[in-house]
Each structure stands twice: as structure tokens, then as C-alpha cells.
């Protein structure tokens, strides 16, 4: 089957890299993946992304081949051109219609592309602007498409009810997920189905890079509020004061790095703190295979504005190679986390944070159980394999229809 993936910025950037495995699984399965970024950062900075470069229709937002190709598609077929964009103008709030307004050529480019590639279903990732693209595109070649909502994006509610009942198929990553769409569906919507992100399980365990008595943790997430990293702060300092001997790497960047940072100096943890900074995803990878991490923790929280977690890639990935999972209880994260496969704590509070890691540093029967039961987790629910191959029979499904 030929699939378009349409994605954020995905193979270049920064993010998104929990699509590597995604995309690498259907295409074992003998599917043609192509992908189609709604806008184009300048680099791949993800190594294990880079093969995937062949595949891309890499076209900026706005360009004179997009201009081009939508004014032959305005030419073609001007009146359901016109329908379109009248759909674009129920926008909510003037701020999402220009995001929509602004992606409306690029639609209409994508519907060439799709076309010209002989694209069967067309796949998008995330509830927003890149859904206008297949809204767009599928309504007007009418190949089928269909979107994974992850978590900001349903939120956002950019014409959420209207992708609803025009997509063929609506993928949730979690339950919270599933139940938020179709609270904001309505008569006529799709019921969205859960089908999680999947990683690549690693063949074998992890060793331990040392036996040495530092305790490593990683937190790897863009530092923004909703991750809740001042929290883990908090409760390092906390361990500190106790007598243990505990390092944290911070793999991400983002708005909140200064504020971060301040706040390590303020409590005098900055030796005990890591600001890596962007880590390509394949260098997690291998820091997880090798063992460097003791475990991977995650204190996220619902913030004032109501975003919220849907389920961490890097807490799957963590779990796929038997490192134990300490986070909190908020979004999808007890969705990931049920039957004791991590250790939760409350949102919001360090002292519950600094006593889960203290029980782990302190337990290595319960570091192992969490390791086992975090891996079979995934293995059960959270295969990449296993979710490309119910995709694909989604996808099908819609094709045939």
C-alpha cells in the first residue's frame, strides 16, 4: 500500500522522533511510506531519521511551487476549492485561522503530490494545522486520510469536530485521548480508536555501563511547563540532603531552561545537574542499550491552561529496555503504567518524587520487578510491530471502503 505521512516537521527538527519507529515498522510490513512535513527546519538532526530522506516531498509552508500548485488546483476545481476554504473560516479563534489559512496552499500542493505519487491513504500526525493539510488534501482528491491525535492538539480544537467527520479513521494514543474527542465529535463523527505509540523493543537487557555508586536518572522532554522539571529539581535536593549520591541528565531544550537553571543554582544542585540540551534520539537510544541510566523519570503536570500528558515516548522507550520508570499521575502516563509496570506519584509534589526515587535507590529487588514488569508492558501494548500491523489493517480497511 502507498501511505503519505503527513507530519509536523518530522524527519527535520528536532521532534517528533518517536515516528522513526512507526514509519520503519510499515515499511517491513511492504508498504511504501512517503512523508510530507508541514514545514521544513533546515537540518535532520535525528541520525536513525536520515534513511528515511529518499521518502520526504520536503516543501517549505509557503514556496512558488506550492503557490503554483494550488493555483492549478484552484484552476481545476475552483468550487470544491472554494468549499474548502469556506470550511477553513469556522475556525474558533482568529489566531488558529490563520494557522489554517496559512496551510491552505500547502493543502492544496499535498493534494497534487498525493496524486502524482499514487498515494492509496494518507496518514497525519497531530490534530492541528497538519490535519487542515488532510482535510485539504483528502477532500479534494478524495483518497482516504485519517489522524493520530496526541494530546496538545486536541486541546487546541482546531476544527476538531469537523476532521472528525470528515476523516476515514481517528487514532487516539490513550484512553484520556479517546474520551476527548469524542466528547468534542458529535452526530456524524468518527469514533476514535486507541492505538498507541509503539518503539522497538531491544533484543536483550541492558548491563549497567558501572556498579558504581552514583545513582544516574534521565528526564528526556522539551523544557516546558507542562513536564514539570522544576518539581524533579525539587526533589533532587531533597535526595541530596539525604546523603545520596543522585546525577540527573536533562536531555531537551526549551523555554524554560533559564528559569531551570536559576532555580539548580538557587538550591546548589548545579554538580548534580546535567543540561544536555538536544540529544539525538539514536544517543538515547544508546545510552538506555548500554545501560547509563539507573532510571527515567518524568514529573509532569496539567497545567492552569489544561495541557496535559499523553503517553511519553521516551517513558515506552525507557520501559522497552528494562530501565524502571518513576512519574507522575496525570494524562495517559497510568494508562502506560498500569499494573505496577513504573512507580506514580501525585503531580505536583517533590517530597512523593524524591521518596519514589529514594525506595529505588534503595531497592534492587524493586528496581528489577519494575524493570520486568515495565517491559512486558510494552511488549503486550506498545510494539512497534504490533501497532504498525493494526495500521495497516485500519488503513486497508479504508482504502477497500
Known amino acids: 500500500m502507498k501511505l503519505l505521512y503527513v507530519t509536523s516537521t518530522f524527519p527535520y527538527g528536532v521532534g517528533e522522533g518517536f515516528l522513526v519507529s512507526e514509519i520503519a515498522a510499515l515499511t517491513r510490513l511492504g508498504n511504501e511510506v512517503a512523508i510530507a512535513p ?49 470550511k477553513l473560516l469556522r475556525s474558533r479563534s482568529p489566531r488558529i485561522l490563520a494557522k489554517n489559512l496559512a496551510a491552505f496552499p500547502k493543502g492544496l500542493w499535498l493534494a497534487r503530490r498525493a496524486r502524482d505519487l499514487g498515494v492509496e491513504h494518507i496518514h497525519v500526525h497531530w490534530a492541528a494545522t497538519t490535519a487542515t493539510l488532510g482535510l485539504v488534501a483528502g477532500g479534494l482528491t478524495g483518497i482516504p486520510w485519517s489522524f493520530t491525535a496526541h494530546r496538545w492538539d486536541i486541546a487546541e480544537d482546531n476544527l476538531l469536530a469537523l476532521k472528525l467527520r470528515r476523516a476515514s479513521y481517528v487514532r487516539a494514543i490513550n484512553e484520556l485521548g479517546a474520551r476527548e474527542l469524542t466528547h468534542r465529535g458529535g452526530d456524524g463523527a468518527q469514533v476514535p480508536e486507541v492505538v498507541h505509540m509503539g518503539v522497538e523493543l531491544p533484543p536483550i537487557a541492558a548491563a ?69 540540551g538536544f540529544v539525538p534520539h539514536h544517543e538515547l537510544l544508546s545510552g538506555m542499550r548500554n545501560g547509563k541510566w539507573a532510571a527515567v523519570v518524568l514529573p509532569s503536570i496539567e497545567t492552569a491552561s489544561g495541557v496535559r500528558e499523553g503517553i ?12 524502571p520508570v518513576v512519574a507522575t499521575a496525570t494524562g495517559g502516563i497510568p494508562e502506560l503504567l498500569e499494573g505496577d509496570a513504573g512507580l506514580l506519584v501525585p503531580p505536583r509534589d517533590s517530597v512523593a518524587l524524591a521518596d519514589a526515587l529514594e525506595r529505588l535507590i534503595g531497592d534492587e529487588e524493586l528496581r528489577q520487578g519494575l524493570a520486568c514488569r515495565g517491559r512486558a508492558r510494552v511488549e503486550r501494548d506498545f510494539s512497534a510491530g504490533l501497532v504498525a500491523a493494526r495500521l495497516q489493517e485500519r488503513f486497508q480497511a479504508r482504502v477497500k471502503a
Not at 492549478?72 to 469556506?86: H, K, N, S, V
Not at 534521565?218 to 513536564?227: D, Q
Not at 511519553?312 to 530501565?323: N, Q, R, T, V
Open 312 to 323: 511519553p515516548a521516551s517513558l515506552i522507550e525507557a520501559m522497552a529496555h528494562w530501565i
Open 38 to 86: 508541514l514545514r521544513r527546519p533546515r537540518r535532520i538532526l535525528h541520525a536513525d531519521a536520515r534513511e528515511l530522506r529518499a521518502r520526504v516531498e520536503a516543501e517549505p509552508l509557503l514556496s512558488w511551487r506550492v503557490l503554483a500548485s494550488a493555483l492549478g488546483e484552484i484552476l481545476r476545481r475552483p468550487g470544491t476549492c472554494a468549499g474548502l476554504l469556506l
Open 208 to 276: 549497567r555501563e558501572s556498579e558504581d555508586l552514583v545513582f544516574r536518572i534521565l528526564t528526556a522532554a522539551f523544557l516546558l511547563e507542562v513536564k514539570g522539571h522544576a518539581d524533579l529539581v525539587d526533589a533532587l535536593a531533597l535526595l541530596v540532603a539525604r546523603g545520596h549520591t543522585v546525577e540527573w541528565d536533562v536531555a531537551g531544550d526549551g523555554p524554560l531552561r533559564g528559569r531551570l537553571l536559576e532555580k539548580v543554582a538557587d538550591l546548589g544542585v548545579e554538580e548534580r545537574v546535567h543540561m544536555l
